[in-house]
């Protein structure tokens, strides 16, 4: 069990760049969660999938942010244009139906210039 | 809207001492989780608590549910250094799979 992938692990951009962040599922979880933390704000949901299907998107900032999941074990958070105010620590996490548990990926540290 | 409130939020305190965090939360809740985050690492799971009267021990951890208090509390036995991190509960929604966060306890165990 390889756990739950994020890529990349570090980002650094100018403002207005498209940024695409990454993650990969473990085998068998069916939904997907993708967090953002802050200082100020903390630990922040911004969208979950089940089933490949988004349910609930109302933590998604603004329309620059977007969000898919093409397949079951994989997603993509997108921000364009980036803004410095989005820089933050991005989590993907699934959730184990077996176990009720859910895993977290190790982040990808944006930061927005 | 389910609220999830956790005290203290910083905690500093001498290795062998025994201490406990407290996580209410304000709706029935089915479910109860802890995580540990190093700083500048993710999120770990330490415990999952299903059912009333829920109690889990790892290691000098033990956590507890009581849902019709709406409580769980996390006590530590004989700190170590090791265990200083941010410490997180978090509830399980009924019906759906979001997890409504607490603010985090930083514990800082001096040696």
């Known amino acids: 069990d390889a756990g739950v992938i994020q890529s990349p692990r570090h980002e650094v951009t100018e403002m207005g760049q498209e940024v695409t962040l990454r993650c990969k599922l473990i085998?068998?979880?069916?939904?997907l969660f993708w967090y953002r933390q802050t200082m100020m704000r903390g630990l922040e949901l911004l969208i979950y999938f089940n089933n490949n299907v988004p349910i609930d998107d109302s933590g998604m900032p603004e329309d620059r942010f977007s969000a898919k999941m093409p397949n079951a074990s994989f997603s993509t958070l997108k921000i364009q244009p980036s803004e410095p105010r989005d820089s933050a620590v991005y989590f993907c996490?699934?959730?184990?139906?077996?176990?009720?548990?859910?895993?977290f990926g190790s982040g990808t540290r944006l930061t927005v210039v | 809207e389910l609220k999830v409130e956790q005290n203290p939020l910083f905690l500093s305190m001498q290795e062998g001492k025994n201490y406990t965090i407290y996580c209410n939360y304000s709706t029935t809740s089915d479910r109860l989780y802890w995580y540990r985050q190093d700083p500048g690492k993710s999120l770990e799971s330490l415990f999952v608590?299903?059912?009333n009267g829920a109690v889990k021990q790892e290691g000098r951890l033990m956590a507890s549910l009581d849902t019709k208090a709406r409580l769980s509390t996390l006590h530590i036995t004989a700190a170590v250094h090791d265990l200083s991190a941010t410490y997180f509960c978090a509830v399980g929604i009924e019906g759906n799979y979001q997890l409504i966060w607490g603010a985090g306890t930083k514990l800082i165990i001096k040696p």
């Open positions: 608590l299903l059912s």
């Open positions: 085998s068998g979880h069916n939904s």
């Open positions: 996490a699934s959730r184990n139906r077996a176990n009720y548990g859910y895993t």
